[in-house]
């Protein structure tokens, strides 16, 4: 008796379907996180983009939620993403002023396909924000000095009590001060610094509550 061994041949059947790429939009990155912002200004732009994937994408709305963010660069409402092309687009972030905090926003992208959504967040930060007219000495600058004791110690009489300059040799006439804390007032003075690097006498002091 012979013995004959057969092979067994597998054959494997694939669905053309299940091969193919799922036509549609993706956006990227998932979120946009702007980090800390002091409230009352407006963050760099960040960017994202807009896929069509598998097939041309008509994006019919972009739906923004979060009034803290703005989203710009997008073409006019709607438009059409050829396959395999991307959109790009940015995003800002400009907290109320007098409301620090966690905020949170998130962009929908609606097309006949698909709908895609990318999530924003980002902190307003506590901040002071003096300002100042212009010297009329040419070419100098600013020290900025800070004092929280009270009304009566935070005098230009009193310069000692301002303690060292938070800001040297600052060419602006403004100053974003971060480094503040909820339910404390602040008293901020100035110096002009001329090229020589003499400083001149105390300002007045110019007053700001914090909640």
Known sequence: MSLRIGVLAAILLVSGDSWSQQAGLSVSPANLNFGS????????????????TGAAVTVTAANLSGAAFSISGLPTLPFTIPAGRIQTFSVTFAPASGSPGPDSGTITFTSGLNNVSQT????????VLPTWNSSTTPNVTYNVYRCSISATACVPSQRLNFGGPIATHDPATSYTDLNVSPGVTYYYALTAVDASNRESELSGAARAAIP
């Not at 924003?120 to 901040?127: F, I, K, V």
């Open 37 to 52: 912002v002091p409230d009352g200004t407006r963050s760099s732009p960040q960017t994202g983009t807009v896929t069509a």
């Open 120 to 127: 924003l967040t980002g902190t307003g930060a506590l901040n």
